[in-house]
């Protein structure tokens, strides 16, 4: 099987990595990529080829020039944009949703809009498409007692929510998303939303239009700085363990949650095939599972949760992939599974990440690790993933925000995280910078 992957993250290097462990699978192309993740298989190689929408000529022609049969797309900006849809309207199968379905991401506004029609469980809020409007409506929350939630509707690469008990800071951050050129996050729609409480939790599914399968549960670090203080990012590291959410909760997810949500796509519509990743909160002083609600969708694999939980996955995951781009998962006789083992995932950044404010980042450093961690066989306890890197003469570089990741398998979530310290403390370059408490909070589900 010959197998293209979009983009050029710790996501895609996950990707590529377990991919390239299978059999069938000859050859991965990841377009752009990074040069740390062909260190991982002679399999993995990077191409360059011009991704412009809306047509998506150049990588359509591409993808038969090198009869490519399969192409995953890892990122949420070619999905918003519609690669999905000229890829298939070229004959080519691709794993990813829609330019419509991709909505329940790039449009929070439309995401909680099709959550309220189809009775899926999630906070209360009201949206905005004007500052003025947003700001009257603020003097009615009570922010400093209940706090406040403010969401940026397009996509803002991880760093379009806050989260706040500051009236000063909900007034600013309206203004910034919806009226301020200088902020990084841009928005034409906004949310104001109820805080919720409890543990949060992120869901996977493998979805084909009518059928799904799981593919886990992990629980991403999203604040900047530990005891989950600072900005918000992309995550700074994921855990993962089978001994929670409960089987009830998940029995619940995947029942009132990610089926419903596959059939409330289908009867509007716009199928689902793809990863389906649903950001949930569970507060579990409420009973019979009114306590779970959800956050927010994102259309595609997490990152770092791809690098938490795609070294656990067991099976065929390239046939399976496959099975649900053509709407065959039902059909398919290559049934995926988790290891029992928990995994977790540490996320090193350059200084100065996530520059939310315009503060340039420390670039362009010279990174020390040891190449016997990088990943190279299937369930190894070890695994160093890439994501803002450049190749130099003499190594690697940093050349982004999150630079690269440390992931960590173990019998208990207590000893992958000990063993995930011992390594990342190992891997150093200039102003490099990483949370001391990735795991916080693990033992919440005893």
Known sequence: ???????????????????????????????????????????????????????????????????????I???????????????????????GPSKDAARLESSKVFAKKFMKTVSIPTAKYEEFNNCEKALDALQLWDVENKGIVIKASSLAGGKGVVVTHSRSLAQKTIFDFLE??????????????????????????LLDGNNFIMLGYACDHKRLLDDD?????????????????????????????????????????????????VGLMIDESKKNNNGIKVIEYNVRFGDPE????????????????????KGELKESHTPLALSSKSSIHIVMTSGGYPSIDGTPMSLGHQI?????????????????????????????????????GMTVLA??????????????????FKDAFYRKDIGRGIHDYD
């Open 1 to 71: 099987m010959r197998i293209v992957i979009l983009g050029s993250g710790g996501r895609e290097h996950a990707l590529s990595y377990r991919l390239a462990m299978e059999h069938n699978v000859s050859q991965i192309n990841v377009i752009p990529g990074n040069p740390g993740m062909m260190y991982s298989s002679d399999k993995i190689k990077s191409i360059s080829i011009p991704i412009i929408k809306p047509e998506f000529h150049d990588l359509c022609s591409k993808m038969k020039e090198l009869q490519i049969d399969l192409v």
């Open 73 to 95: 797309v890892g990122p949420e900006q070619p999905l918003a944009d519609g690669v999905s849809n000229a890829l298939e309207k070229n004959g080519i199968s691709v794993l």
């Open 180 to 205: 301020n050129p200088e902020c990084t996050v841009n928005t034409k729609e906004l949310i104001l939303e109820e805080m919720l409480y409890g543990k949060e939790v992120s869901a996977f599914g």
């Open 229 to 277: 203080k600072g900005p918000n990012t992309g995550g700074m590291g994921c855990y993962s363990s089978h001994e929670w959410p409960s089987i009830d909760q998940r029995t619940f997810i995947e029942e009132q949650i990610i089926q419903q949500t596959l059939i409330g796509m289908k009867e509007q519509g716009m199928p689902y095939k793809g990863f389906l990743f």
């Open 306 to 325: 791809a690098q938490t939980l795609l070294p656990l996955v067991l099976g065929r995951m390239s046939d399976a992939f496959l099975a649900a781009a």
């Open 368 to 404: 020390t690790y040891s190449k016997n961690l990088l990943p190279t066989r299937p369930l190894q306890e070890k695994q160093l993933f890439f994501a803002g890197v450049k190749s130099t003469e003499t190594g690697l570089i940093n050349t982004g925000g999150r630079v690269l």
């Open 411 to 428: 019998d208990t979530l207590d000893n992958a995280k000990e063993n995930a310290y011992l390594e990342i403390e190992k891997i150093s």
